[in-house]
């Protein structure tokens, strides 16, 4: 897809700028400009136009054009390259796809609608148009592959700090990898690896996160327990997709290289000060097998703690959690 950065700044300065000058600026012709200035209204720009005077950018569309998120981007990998859709299967799918080409670290794949949207434990991911993040980024993590499931929680907590920062609400981390604002799902994280045993080459982190949607339109069956920023926080206004966006890879970025140079424990600590999960009775369920009992402690690798009701403690590497009883913490 064009880049369109540049005639964007130009078009945004709050004053009038002429075809000719624009052309002069970007260093093409103004048969060239016109087209450009075409392009973009076909995506939902609106630029004015008034004769004398020229063309001035009024309106932006919600859409997550790699340019828009791209724009004051301060990364040095995260998002450095962007590949985006208008609909996809799954973006994780996609960037799967792309490890045959040796894609450059940090490059995400975006879309505003997945068709065949995946969640963890071969469940679907409700994906509609417009409303909300579906990204996945490719990672190629130097760690052992024992710490890899921690990149989980590392995007987990980049995503809680990243709404503290833009909404000034902090979600709860309900472990291993959702975010739960307000006693309702708000986000899931789904990691995937590639690579032979032992050696993991790709670490695909693919992020789902609910933003603008209104309750009703969740299919019902998942309606008492998703929701999204807007209709939890009850914003009149929509809140910005690529604002948020850029927020979480400037975070994850941070996360992603203290995690890789001074190791997990600040993440760690954070999973556990913020947690939807400690402290209260648990079902996890992991395959076949369901542990209860009450989550007790994330232990440095990662895993969950249980006790059960005889005193006897097991350890849980990954599953579903279910909590038993009462409302989740934060509830409304
Ligand atoms: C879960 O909670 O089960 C994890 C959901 C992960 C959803 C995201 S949306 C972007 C990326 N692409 C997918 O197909 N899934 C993940």
Request: hydrophobic share 35%; charged share 25%.
């Amino acid at each position: 897809m064009q880049e369109f950065g540049e005639v964007l700044d130009l078009l945004a300065t709050g004053e009038y700028v002429s075809g000719e000058d624009l052309a002069a600026r970007l260093g093409i012709t103004r048969a060239a400009v016109w087209k450009q200035l075409k392009t973009l209204r076909e995506l939902g720009y609106e630029i004015a136009a008034s004769s004398g005077r020229g063309y001035l950018l009024q309106a932006r569309p919600d859409r997550l054009y790699p340019w828009e998120v791209a724009k004051d981007l301060n990364t040095k990998i995260m998002g450095c390259h962007i590949e985006y859709y208008d609909r996809i299967s799954s973006t994780n799918r996609r960037a799967k796809e792309l490890l045959a080409e040796s894609p450059v670290e940090g490059t995400l794949i975006l879309a505003e609608e997945q068709t065949a949207g995946r969640g963890r434990l071969g469940r679907t991911w409700f994906s509609p148009p417009g409303s909300a993040l579906y990204g996945t980024l490719i990672l190629k993590p130097q760690l052992p592959p024992y710490d890899l499931p921690k990149l989980t929680l590392v995007a987990a907590v980049a995503l809680s700090k990243t709404i503290e920062r833009e909404l000034h609400e902090r979600p709860l981390i309900k472990w291993p990898n959702d975010l739960y604002l307000k006693g309702k799902k708000i986000s899931g994280i789904l990691t995937e690896l590639s690579g032979e045993l032992g050696r993991v080459e790709f670490l695909l982190l693919g992020v789902g996160v609910n933003v603008n949607q209104h309750p009703e339109d969740f299919p019902e069956e998942i309606r008492e327990k998703a929701g999204s920023l807007r209709s939890i926080l009850g914003k009149d206004e929509k809140i910005s997709r690529s604002g948020l966006l850029r927020s979480y890879l400037q975070i994850l970025e941070e996360e992603y290289f203290n995690a890789l140079r001074k190791g997990f424990a600040e993440a760690l600590a954070y999973c556990r000060q913020y947690s939807a999960t400690l402290g209260r009775q648990v079902e996890v369920t992991d395959g076949e097998r369901v542990y209860r009992g009450k989550a007790l402690m994330i232990e440095e690798d990662g895993s969950l703690t249980l006790e059960a009701e005889s005193g006897a403690r097991t350890r849980v590497i990954s599953g579903d959690v279910n909590l038993v009883g009462s409302d989740l913490p934060g509830e409304a």
